[in-house]
Nanobody, 129 residues
Framework: QVQLVESGGGLVQPGGSLRLSCEAS????????IDWFRRAPGKEREGVSC????????YYKDSVKGRFTISRDNAKNTVYLQMNSLKSEDTAVYYC??????????????????????WGQGTQVTVSS
């Protein structure tokens, strides 16, 4: 079965940390650029971070730079999002998405959300005291 499964969400106090995982089954993540999106209550889904297929270049939304770190472990078919110094405004459902790209594709952002090949079901992150 081809799917992406996110995990690692939960309730955390402001300033705390969480590590989200996005594990693929039924296909090899190594051929894909991977993006993390989030949808906060009452807001549209937005891109948070992404990582390229080839050299592991990364992109971060300005509001998470210096706090979030995306990484990938192709051997485990998994991408991670380490989230530190969490703020209440980070509260959202977090989704990972995979887009198959050519090996030489040097970017991972700028795609329309309908261009991704696979989406996970989402994991809730709640930052609250």
């Amino acid at each position: 079965q081809v799917q992406l499964v996110e995990s690692g969400g939960g309730l955390v106090q402001p300033g705390g940390s969480l590590r989200l995982s996005c594990e693929a089954s039924g296909f090899a993540l190594q051929y894909y650029a991977i993006d993390w999106f989030r949808r906060a209550p009452g807001k549209e889904r937005e891109g948070v971070s992404c990582i390229t297929r080839n050299d592991g270049s990364t992109y971060y939304k300005d509001s998470v730079k210096g706090r979030f770190t995306i990484s990938r472990d192709n051997a485990k078919n998994t991408v991670y999002l380490q989230m530190n110094s969490l703020k209440s405004e980070d509260t959202a459902v977090y989704y990972c998405a995979a887009k198959r790209v050519y090996p030489w594709t040097g970017h991972c952002s700028g795609y329309g959300q309908n261009e991704y090949d696979h989406w996970g079901q989402g994991t809730q992150v709640t930052v609250s005291s």
